[in-house]
Structures are given as C-alpha cells and as structure tokens.
C-alpha cells in the first residue's frame, strides 16, 4: 500500500496493467489511477486526451485539481464516493423502475458522450459508478476510447482483443465485416443492462473463445422469457441493442433514449410495450449498410470460391472496379465468412506512397499468419512447428529473413539474405508455398486479401505468383485493384495473361456503379423509407455520383449537413429541387478542384 503524507493509500482496484486507489489529500479524497505495467501509460495519456475533450458532460468523470501536479504516470479525479455497478448487482437486484432509470440516464451519458465525438469502447457494470445518495450513474474508465475516425478493428487473437470479453461488441473480436463506432458502445450498454435486468450475462461461456463465438453467432434467450417481471417492451430494446449485425442494432444512443423514454411514460400507464421501436433512430452520420446491395451474385460466387479453396489446387480470385464501387466491403464479406468457419483471414495493401523493397506485400502479409499462429495452443503451435521445419527444410533461413515474426517460431540461427536476385525471388517464392502447405491444415479455409495490386512491386508480384502456381489446398488468394490503373503494359497485366496461359486464371469479379433501382435501394436503406419513396432523390443524386456507393453517401451526408435532407416529426424530408441545385453547385466546385 502507498504512503502519503496523509496516509496509505485505499487499493479500489488492482491488475497487471492498472492501479486505482483513493488517496486523502488535505482538501479531501482524490481517485488515483496509475499504470503499472504495459501500454498504460499510453491509455493513461489517452484518457486524459479523452476527458479534457469530456469536460462538463454530465455523468463523465472530471478532473481534480490534483491533476495540474500529477507524476507522468497517473491520473487523478474527483471522489465522488460512488460504489461500481458491478458491487450493486451483487449486493441485490434492482428493481424495474429503477432499471429504467438507469437506462435513461446511462443513454442520456453515451448520448452525450457520442455527441462530442467520441466512442467509450468497454462499457460494461465494473465501468459504471452510481452515486451512493441519489443512485445516479458515473462512466468510467475512458483508457480504450476513440474518436470516431480513429479505431478500425481487425482479426485479433483473443489476447488480443481489448475491452471486457462478457460484454464485447461482435465487430470488437475483428471477425466480422465491421470497424467499431458508436454502435459497439450501444451493443456492449445492451448487454450491461441485460444483466441488470435479469441478473445473468446474455452469453455465459467460460472459455474465452467460446465466448468470442457466442458473440458472433448465438442468439441469447430473451430478458422477458427469463424472468417474466421484466417489461416486454424493456426486453425488445435490450434485445434490439445486442443484434450482431450493427445494421440492426440501435444506431444512435438519442433513438435509444427516446424509446426508453417512451417506454417508461407507457409502463407508467399499465402498457408494458412500444408499438414501434426506432422511430427516431438514425445514425449522426450515414454509413453504407453491412448487408451489401446489388451484388448478391457476387456474393454467391465468392462463397462458392471459399468452399473450393479446399479442393487440391487452392482457390484464386481479383475483384476489380473503380475507387468507392465497393470492394472492401465485398471482401469484408470473406472476413465474416472465414470466422463463420472458424479460419484465418489476412489482409494487406499495396500503398501508392510506400516503397517495398522485396516482396513486401505478401512479407506483411505472412507476418499477420506469423501473429495468428504464436496465439495458438502451445500443443498445436509446436505440430505447426514440426510442419514448416521439415517442409521449408535449407529454406527456414529465406523464410526468418523476410518475415522475422518466424524467427520467434523457426529459429534465427539459419543464415540469412538480402540477396534481391531473380534466382534469390524464386527461392522466395518456394519457401511461401512450402510454409503455407505447412501451415493451412492447421486453420482452414485461410484467406489471403492482397489489396491495391495496382501498384504492387515487381518482386511481390513475383511471389504472388509463385503461391499461385503453387497450388496450396485451403488457401484462398484474393486480389483487388483498379482496373482503370491497370494498362496493358503494367506487370500485372502480364502476369494475368501468364497466369491464364497456364490455366490459373482468377475467377475475376467486376464491380459496376449502381444502376437506378440498386441506387435507391441503398438510399432507402439508409433512410428507412420505401425504395418508390426514394427513386426521385436516387435520380436527383445520380447525376452527380454516377451510381457510385461511396459517393452517394457522401453526398447523402452533405446534403444533410446543408439542411436540405432533414428528419422532422414525419421523418425524412427533402425538395427535389433543392437536391437537384444543390448537386450542380457540387458539381462546379468538383470540377474546378479537379
């Protein structure tokens, strides 16, 4: 315990990464929060970042005065006294009304919260302080936070996964086709107040893979069904709050408060549900729907391709299309496909603005097979070792060179060699092949997505294609880039005509701006309005963004913050004339910025 001069410190909590305790100072307590390990200090910092951004949001932790003479490695905040959420539910059950409270007054935080721009990322009981006089709720804990534009989530291992593992949102686990945003802290709240109401985790795994699992793929037993004390009305928006798919989730902490509120008022009355959830939920910023439009045959085709990736030859595939058509979220797709298989899913970018020397590309790329594999079970890890020594064989010394996270795994006592020759590529290209033979009957389906070919390198292209002539059962290699970069005199060009002269061409999928009807179908499921509500404004667009995705919701969110698309008490409104004007000018300004 640590001594001041105004005695030992209070221990609240204590972990490998993290110290909170309550420390006297002679104008009171303070909470102090210290990093003791790992990379607290930087969350610590982030935190600060976060809360000075916070600053006199209610229910958000302020900080003390303390903090102007604070050592590097702490934080320190106003004692309020509170006892965590956590402490209460094990202390006893709460009592609807009181459920309800606490929900309005937990979306009025996140609400407010979200509102300045940032997303809490670990919402959960332990997380969550109630004031001990008037029971009102304090979140905490803001060393995970973001704003919005910085987190992007991808597959992790499960020591991997930041946030509370009972409480994580799907897209959290980086196996599914989502970054993070403001839904996740809606789906972990769901959760948190699931168990307030009932008493039980909607997920009760004690493995931690199981529960991983059971986040993406089960559908937990409704609140109302386990305890017929609660609402039905408080169960369907529980419920509505984890779905897996954020699309259909809340997608707004202020629609979550005004059905909460509503909810109240009618249990007030005797009702005990909402006619109509979500009426007023709409996101602050609209993002593309995860369910994909207009590529349903796409999508077909490309679980068609998973399935053979495990026939002897492996499986190869390239999607093309313009800038903002759509083929990140057609390969996230893959992503959420291959965790429904329980595989691994990879994936890099050529960058226009970086220079490989090498095979970079595909060396990024198995460095993240390196990452996946040091996470497995020690018993399965050292089979794979057995299997990539005696199939590398004088080859273990290429593979350690160009990807160092296999020197953590083979060894780097075998010689080494920048050696850039085209025998020395070659040899590269064997030693891919034998190290994934090695490694995809350990995990399969294992896919590969090399991004941005245009403007691959030489030497990665090379190797590229070593792995497909290679033929490696259960891999998938999928390839994406502009088509409109690629002329016939690019490497790639070449090596698609060589690959098709040896019988390997890719199973190539076209991407094409929208047409009117698909156009409409995105904007309706944006606003949640019928597509014949929405095929004028699809027309007024169109001649602007050509049926492009990206476009279309970019321009959709401009013509919202001109106020020209507005949601009023009957819902979306908008002048066709308005858009149409309000397009030309956007067109004269593009053009003249081009």
């Known amino acids: 315990m640590q001594e001041t001069e105004n005695g030992p410190d209070e221990i609240l909590y204590l972990s490998d990464l993290t110290r909170v305790a309550r420390r006297r100072t002679p104008t009171g307590s303070v909470i102090v929060k210290q990093d003791v390990g790992g990379d607290s200090r930087k969350r610590l910092r982030n935190e600060l970042r976060v809360l000075k951004r916070l600053k006199g949001i209610d229910g958000v932790p302020s900080l003390a005065p303390q903090m102007l003479a604070r050592a590097p490695h702490e934080l320190v905040l106003a004692d309020t006294g509170s006892i965590s959420l956590a402490d209460a539910l094990t202390a006893s059950r709460m009592p609807i009304p009181r459920v309800m409270t606490l929900a309005i007054r937990l979306a009025k935080i996140v609400s407010d919260v979200h509102r300045a721009g940032i997303i809490h990322l670990d919402i959960n009981p332990a997380n969550i302080l109630l004031d001990t006089t008037t029971g009102a709720p304090i979140l905490i804990d803001f060393d ?12 992790q291992v ?15 686990t980086g196996r599914m086709n989502r970054t993070a945003d403001e839904r996740t802290d809606l789906y972990s709240l769901g959760v ?137 979220m057609l390969t996230n797709e893959l992503r959420r496909m291959t965790a429904e298989k329980s595989g691994w899913f990879i994936e890099t970018q050529a960058n226009e603005h970086r220079y490989d020397t090498g095979p970079g590309l595909v060396a990024r790329a198995l460095g993240m097979l390196g990452g996946l594999l040091l996470s497995e079970p020690e018993t399965r890890l050292l089979t794979a070792t057995q299997r990539m020594r005696k199939g590398l064989g004088n080859n273990i010394g290429v593979i350690t060179a160009m990807v160092p996270e296999f020197a953590l795994l083979l060894g780097d006592e075998h010689e080494t060699t920048e050696d850039r020759s085209t025998e020395a590529e070659k040899r590269a290209g064997v030693a891919v092949v034998s190290l994934l033979r090695a490694v995809t009957p350990l995990r399969h389906p294992l896919v590969m997505v090399l991004g941005d070919l245009q403007w691959i390198n030489e030497s990665s292209l090379n190797v590229m294609s070593a792995i497909i002539q290679g033929g490696v059962p259960g891999l998938m290699v999928v390839g994406t880039y502009r088509e409109t970069d690629v002329g016939p005199t690019h490497p790639l060009a070449h090596a698609m005509a060589r690959w098709e002269q040896l019988g390997l061409a890719p199973e190539m999928l076209r991407l094409d701006n929208f047409g009117r009807e698909d156009l409409a179908a995105l904007l309706g499921s944006m606003l949640r309005l019928p597509v014949e509500d929405v095929e004028s404004l699809a027309a007024a667009m169109s001649t602007h963004t050509g049926g492009n995705p990206f476009d279309t919701v970019e321009l959709l969110n401009a013509l919202r913050a001109d106020k020209i698309l507005e949601l009023g008490a009957d819902g979306w409104t908008w002048d066709n004339k308005e858009v149409r004007r309000f397009v030309s000018k956007t067109e004269v300004v593009a053009l003249l910025a081009a």
């Open 144 to 155: 995970l936070a973001a704003t919005f534009n910085e987190k992007q989530m991808r597959f």
């Open 192 to 328: 948190t107040l699931y168990e307030v109401s009932t008493g039980l985790l909607p997920f009760g795994g004690q493995d931690p893979l199981e529960v991983v699992h059971d986040h993406l793929a089960l559908v937990s037993t409704s609140p109302h069904v386990l305890d017929p004390g609660v609402p039905e009305g408080l169960s369907e928006i529980i419920m509505h709050l984890i779905e897996k798919d954020p699309d259909r989730r809340y997608q707004s902490a202020e629609g979550l408060l005004h059905d909460l509120k509503m909810l109240d008022e009618a249990l007030s009355q005797g009702e005990t549900r909402l006619a109509l959830l979500g009426e007023r939920d709409f996101p602050a910023h609209f993002i593309p729907p995860t369910q994909l439009i207009g590529r349903e045959c796409e999508l077909a085709r490309l679980r068609l391709a998973l399935e053979d990736s495990h026939c002897t030859q492996g499986c190869f595939g390239m999607i093309t299309g313009d800038p903002g058509v759509g083929k990140t």
């Open 158 to 172: 499960q020591s991997g996964i930041h946030g509370t593992l009972d409480y994580l949102a799907p897209e959290q």
